[in-house]
């Protein structure tokens, strides 16, 4: 058992502060012989990197990864992949604003009930810092994965803004700073989210996420559902509230008739007509492109006030400067994607372990 | 690691099909001396039992569960609690129906890809009777957690027909069979199950559950968080297709203001204003309740054809006769609560064995 | 994490005290499609009855075991395997004697140490009759393994009686009461346990204990080092007090150039001159017989007297009356086989999940 | 499950392979606010440090570690503690020489069987270099367990030399390069291993190691037992082919009045007039001294000849120049220590989560 390691046979342990030295994982349990190169990991890391638009904090970090272990002369040796990122830009600024101060929607408060200690500086463990590490140990996964499979994720709402679904192209995604798959909605979203921010508001984010190429046969029928290991993996994102598989809360307000993915036969193989199930029936994988959604909160440090209690129990008003996303949700999907990949790297491990292949 | 286990220091291990001789669980992790006797355990199955309603699977098992080891005089001893449930209502029915043909929305399909073998009587382990056992860890879970906590569930949608929040009366829970806290709900309910299952079809459902007393500190930050373990608890429910935390998929829709839980003190501690959070920040436990929501999909097995394939390809319909709940999330509610108290007190363990109380 | 489970792919739990209703355990993932009946199982648990000969304990307990899941229509489903063994011969004896009164050597006071209650009827858990579970468990990890794996074990010494190696003779070992390989010593174990045990005395004994055709590649370099599993699961057999792979502790005593195990081809293979190292190195197989040794210590009951105190801290002198082997080690052959195959076992599932074959 | 961990609440996942750049290891549920320094496991990290006498290998390495997260302001946080300790003194020499050729007693053999690559420069994950990251996490494990708890390793052989027990004197362990508690048999020693050195030949050892101050209630009965986990963790050193709990394999020889360690009372609390169950008993610590003993074999590396084969078949004959040390028993007395440490820090906070102190 480990509160800092995620998965059992494609298993990764983090480790870092966002104002430590450097933060890092260990990923334990890859097969040897899989090519590996920093340069893989690192165009996924640029992916999620701060900095990159106006509209995610301005903190610049290279986020330049550093394989310390596990990969010998260009090839991964079965042994643990050690990952380093140093830490560059950690501001030597004053504190002591939130060193005894209570944010409200932050660990701060939880932290010194848990600990009685607590690293102040950007929020210790709690830092979005730490899921550079989860993309890392994402990009390994997908190389366990192989090219049959794709994972991909996109912005499907920032705040009250929809896309229209009927406008999905996953092309578009990459081509705007929002992750969204409806290129009309990306633009209203850039004035949206502008004026949020000059509000010194914030907003949440719904993130859709999908793995296609599963072969069907993975997870477990009870407890180590795929499902549930998509949705402890997902609810462990920074600021995540909800996840759903498949139709997720729509399907509870269906009728049987509604919610039932039809099949036929299609080139010798099952073809569902739909996929409300989010290609997995009890809790095992269906063959069809594995789906689910991830609610993402707004950012809780705002420029407007709010109350709150300091760590001496005095009653407050806190008012976060410094760098912060308007929707911090936006920088989660690369995350989303590298959830949905290291839960599959381990149950594509996990089923060959029990079915010999 | 065990595909059929839950937990990690309190953790317990399920076992048994729908129609072998019995199903049970161990569990293992209870901490000694706790006053325990099976009728403790009881009152919580016969709450989760079929056949108690015309709303619910006519199904009549009495479920007597025996602690067969791990209780010494009426007390834990700390050692693994065996408990054994007799299926005593299996109907030698014709399954050949079944046998070779996949009910859609079924774990039928992904049995045979996964396992290559499936014992076709009554779903096997995805058999919702798996759930007794969830219940009865539950129960001994809640003798764990002590009087100071308390867990409770309801159901707030059945298919599109919601309650009125502001009608919330949790006396009202177990006078309907719906486990609905909404009186005048409930009326409306039975009418609109009624024609659900007149006209062959079925209905998804929303359940609220909730643990008032958790203290501040249970969790840990990264991924042993405890709203991904409450994530994971809940979405390895039967039929579970989303899982919410506090505000859960709202908040993604609203602005940080909105959101922010603000806070006072009270009595000489943390007043929270509002609980979107659900009790839990940066994965701890914050003193407040602890809040999750849970879709459930509707039932699979409907009087309904639906179109689907037979396991040698054939396309073929199908059309589920048999004893089955219109709407399978009612009976998900005490469920529900076994996987929150099951979760709280594996948390509960986990924390005091690093903080050393 | 479980104090009760062994193993991690292959792993199984066990429950169940000395004079409750029954024991048993719960094997989970198996295999599916493995052919499996109880007979299976009872033949390896016959092994280790108890009262087969006047040298091992009179308890007479048919120890037969039921399957009460995983298997369907005579192969394994891939699903928990449960396994029950009623108790039989729970003798309504007067235990007033041992309630509260530490018998040295056992475990009464180290129990009320840590858990403050104590099931004192039998050693609770500590009972020998827990090993019934292992020795089940491990017939069904021979089936995983396969006829190409041969598992068997032998009694080298007991007390400071050894056998010649030079008389070894496997066929020897079923047809003497102490799984002896030297016919000739087995003639004098019997008149030499006889005398210890009319002095109301007990003696240790030693352990063989191989697998022959175990693949090379198995185990990992570092803490899942296939000895070292193997020295746990050894160590775990009740009054087990050392444990030695291939020359062990005679290993430490010898010079690089006596120890090492020199290598030639033979038939396309690696033939190695020696097996000093017991079929492993860097904690992998190496595709020799894999060999252990096991220090078994003397049966702490005892007609004679010895110094103890009462749970009050009184000063008492303890005899343990009752039904006792005079070497308890005897009986420990069929269980340290049966962890050898459940540690392999385990292995193997660990081995092609990470290596895909 | 890992095979690169160690433990389950106080769990340790080491990394890294002799000529990469480094190799560290990350130490998860130390509990919070302990005083930690680096100074604080550089003490220990000296100790087994090569280079420091003529008796063990002439690699110069610093091996300073560094603390780069986990701690704040002095004092742990309770998050993960990441260790690093660079690799400076990779010689860059010519491995072709063993690049395709099997050491016997070495695990190249079993590394191409398992993973079909490997680092074959300096051992990769085999290497006792990996050793220092356990000193450094018993390093913190001795903290954890506070001043009460005293951790202590001799060498009470090498090869055919052993010390005089009745010499015993834990002073004089540090005044020798062998860690002898015999100041008589030191001095033999001396000669003893030069003559061993000169003739290209190594030696195996025994050492004892030993905690004191363990109170009575750690552990379990069945397999989370303190002498299984023990023996799982010693067997793990580089080398070990046995481990001996107590009087280990002498008590198998031994009649059950020989062994049993009687018991009286003195000051208030029980004391056994022997220990020959080294503290342990069913599995539970009894508040005597814990003792253990490691066998460790021969240096496989020499510069004797030994017949081989290479990674071709071919037949070949094999002799190791290099820095190598002729008894590595000697420097693995402070990682027995650690091992030690780490399995009793775990079982702390294994026995206080479920006993609640």
């Given amino acids: 058992m480990s509160h800092n390691s995620f998965g059992h046979l494609f298993r990764f342990t983090t480790w870092g502060e966002s104002h430590g030295p450097a933060i890092g994982c260990v990923v334990d349990g890859c097969p040897p012989r899989i090519p590996l190169t920093e340069a893989d990991i690192q165009t996924f890391l640029d992916q999620r990197r701060p900095g990159t638009s106006r509209f995610v904090t301005q903190r610049n970090e290279p986020d330049a990864v550093k394989i310390l272990s596990g990969v010998f002369e260009g090839q991964t040796t079965g042994t643990p992949i050690s990952l380093l990122i140093e830490n560059t830009d950690q501001r ?28 102040y500086r950007g929020g210790g463990r709690s830092s979005a810092r730490e899921t550079a590490n989860r993309v890392a140990a994402g990009a390994i996964a997908r190389k366990v994965l192989g090219d049959g499979i794709e994972i991909r994720g996109a912005v499907v709402s920032i705040g009250d803004q929809k896309i229209d679904a009927s406008n999905w192209d996953w092309d578009t995604v990459p081509q705007n700073p929002f992750w969204c798959p409806d290129a009309e909605a990306a633009k209203d979203w850039e004035s949206y989210l502008d004026s949020v921010r000059k509000d010194g508001n914030s907003v949440g984010a719904i993130i859709h996420v999908e793995a296609t190429g599963v072969p069907a046969g993975w997870g477990a029928p009870v407890y180590g559902k795929l499902d549930s290991d998509l949705a402890m993996g997902l609810m462990s994102i920074n600021a995540a509230k909800g996840v759903e598989i498949g139709a997720g809360f729509e399907a509870a307000r269906w009728s049987g008739t509604q919610n039932a993915d039809e099949i036929r036969m299609k080139d010798g193989a ?19 492109t594995v789906t ?33 996303d308007p929707c911090v949700g936006i920088r989660a999907v690369p995350v989303a994607e590298a959830m949905m ?17």
Same sequence: chains 1, 2, 3, 4.
């Fill in 92 to 119: 030597s600024r004053d504190y002591s604003e939130i060193k005894d101060r209570y944010r409200p929607g932050h660990a701060d408060l939880t932290y010194d009930a848990k600990y009685g200690i607590r690293d």
């Fill in 270 to 288: 099952p073809d569902f007509l739909s996929n409300h199930s989010g290609g997995i029936l009890g809790g095992i994988s269906n063959g069809d």
């Fill in 341 to 357: 990949a290291v839960t599959l790297a381990d149950h594509m491990l996990r089923h060959r372990g029990q079915m010999g292949s």
């Fill in 292 to 324: 689910a959604r991830l609610a993402i909160k707004p950012t809780s440090s705002m420029l407007t006030k709010v109350k709150s209690i300091d760590a001496k129990g005095q009653e407050i008003d806190v008012r976060t400067k410094g760098r912060h």
